[in-house]
């Protein structure tokens, strides 16, 4: 089973850390695709809790190859935050491979990324101030820095210069902010630069060859399906490509070479930031879900919105990812209701004022923001799960649920989660073989 991607099925922190963790006892080399340090993926080994950003969770295992591939925006200072971090406590990264055509979250995205928030006000994305849009904007545009641009002084000044010949004008004419200095800039990326050169390799090249001689790797996701730029709930969003596809493109691994698609879906719903969320509890069943599941952000702190969960969401990151399995997690947060609303369709509103039932996902944003959850009720239980590791000794009512969110949701439930420690696991099919 050679290349397998994993990858958040709704709005983020599914458990993605977790499940990369799990099926890393059993692959050669973990590739981070997507994103860069918004994402916060926690892996939990005994007492011992990491939150990963940049580095791919992988990194955990000692025996497999960490790769942030091409598609990765990478903050140099935070990359080497997280390897010492991490060293100290005993982590080996000298193994990690960083594509040399990456590109780079210089100091002035940051910057560009929270004066855009601020200037945005109430249309704001609620972003993670990471700079992560104004570097993924740079790419896009043409003016972006890549790795191997750090390694030469005269090209990388030709090219921070034309970065910042227009960043510059609109942060004093238009945000009132000070210049961005082009010769310190320089400097500093040439020293990451100088840091950086024994992890810089052409990680497309490695990662063919590997699945070529049969190794397997994992395409490890950050951010999800909802937050992508092309399908999800635009323009609240992340700027880059989360789905399966992205794990393509961001790698530089063909299609062909991809033997299976892992949507990572909680037993709920949760959101970081602002956009649209049909299934959203704002009252006290909404303060329940975020006390009993611990629903706030691994990188901001920020409460987590909380939802029931929403079966339209999850066919729809069947279809656009193809899924082939789903990790349920945090099953064993819903112990205790008495009894479980799942959304099987929206109410939604169009232009013209009519009011529809759908059950596929709408393309249109201002019906999706439209949309009103259509529930059906699901019996509870009470019974501690977290020590069951077969799905046949789960209460049958638990049961029930897992199987109604399987049928409703278009694809298998493979691996449900029922606590956040490594054995809090059921395997019900295996993710690697
Ligand atoms: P990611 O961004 O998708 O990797 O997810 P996060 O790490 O941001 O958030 C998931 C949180 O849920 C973390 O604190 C995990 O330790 C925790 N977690 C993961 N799986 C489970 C589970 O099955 N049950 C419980 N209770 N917690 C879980
Ligand atoms: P993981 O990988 C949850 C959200 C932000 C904001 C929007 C855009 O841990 O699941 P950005 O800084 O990317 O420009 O912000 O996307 N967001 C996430 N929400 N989990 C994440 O990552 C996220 N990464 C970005 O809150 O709404
Ligand atoms: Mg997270």
Redesign the pocket.
């Known amino acids: 089973m050679p290349g397998i991607i994993l990858i958040?099925a709704q709005?983020?922190?599914?458990g993605?850390?977790k499940a990369t963790d799990l099926i890393g006892t059993k692959v050669d080399y973990v590739a981070r695709f997507n994103?860069?340090n918004?994402?916060?993926?926690t892996v939990v080994v005994g007492d011992e809790s990491y939150a990963l950003h940049l580095l791919p969770s992988g990194i955990i295992n000692p025996h497999l190859t960490p790769v942030i591939g091409n598609g990765v925006v990478v903050d140099p200072e935070v990359l080497f935050e997280e390897i010492e971090g991490l060293e100290s406590r005993g982590v080996d990264c000298s193994k990690l491979l960083v594509s040399s055509e990456a590109h780079v979250i210089a100091p002035y995205h940051r910057t560009l990324?929270k004066v855009t928030e601020r200037f945005l006000g109430k249309h704001k994305?609620?972003?993670?101030?990471?700079g992560?849009?104004p570097a993924y904007a740079d790419k896009i545009n043409r003016v972006g820095i890549r790795i191997h641009d750090l390694f030469n002084a005269e090209h990388l000044r030709n090219k921070v210069e034309a970065s910042l010949h227009q960043k510059n004008q609109m942060l004093v004419k238009l945000y009132n902010r000070r210049a961005i200095d082009i010769d310190e800039t320089v400097e500093d990326l040439l020293k990451y630069g100088e840091k950086l050169k024994p992890y810089v390799a052409n990680t497309s090249l490695v990662l063919n060859q590997a699945l070529d001689a049969g190794k397997t790797v994992l395409f490890e996701?950050?951010?999800?399906t909802m937050?992508d730029i092309d399908h999800g709930t635009y323009p609240?969003?992340?700027?880059?490509n989360?789905t399966a596809g992205g794990a393509c493109t961001g790698t530089g691994v063909g299609p062909t070479k991809i033997d299976r698609v892992i949507g990572v879906v909680k037993a709920y719903t949760?959101?970081?930031?602002?956009?649209p969320f049909p299934t959203e509890l704002l009252g006290d069943d909404g303060e329940w879900l975020r006390k009993q599941g611990h629903e706030f952000?691994?990188?901001?702190g920020?409460p987590?919105r909380c939802g029931w969960f929403d079966a339209v969401v999850a066919r729809y990151a069947t279809q656009v990812n193809g899924l082939t399995d789903f990790v349920l997690t945090k099953l064993d947060v819903l112990t205790g209701l008495e009894s479980i609303p799942v959304c099987v369709a929206y109410d939604v509103t169009s232009a013209d004022g009519s009011t529809h039932r759908v059950s596929e996902m709408p393309v249109d944003q201002a019906e999706f923001t439209s949309a009103t959850p259509v529930y059906e009720q699901m019996p509870g239980w009470t019974e501690d799960i977290s020590t069951v590791h077969s799905f046949d000794d789960l209460p049958q009512t638990t049961q029930n649920y897992v199987h109604r969110l399987e049928e409703i949701s278009g694809c298998r439930i493979s691996a449900i989660g029922t606590g956040p420690q490594r054995d809090h696991i059921i395997e019900v099919h295996s993710l690697t073989d």
Request: proline fraction near 2%; hydrophobic fraction near 20%.
């Open positions: 958040g709005w983020g922190d599914e993605k850390g994103g860069g918004n994402a916060g993926h990324d994305i609620g972003t993670t101030g990471r992560i849009g996701g950050g951010q999800a937050l609240f969003v992340t700027s880059s989360p949760t959101r970081v930031g602002e956009g952000g691994v990188t901001t920020r987590r």
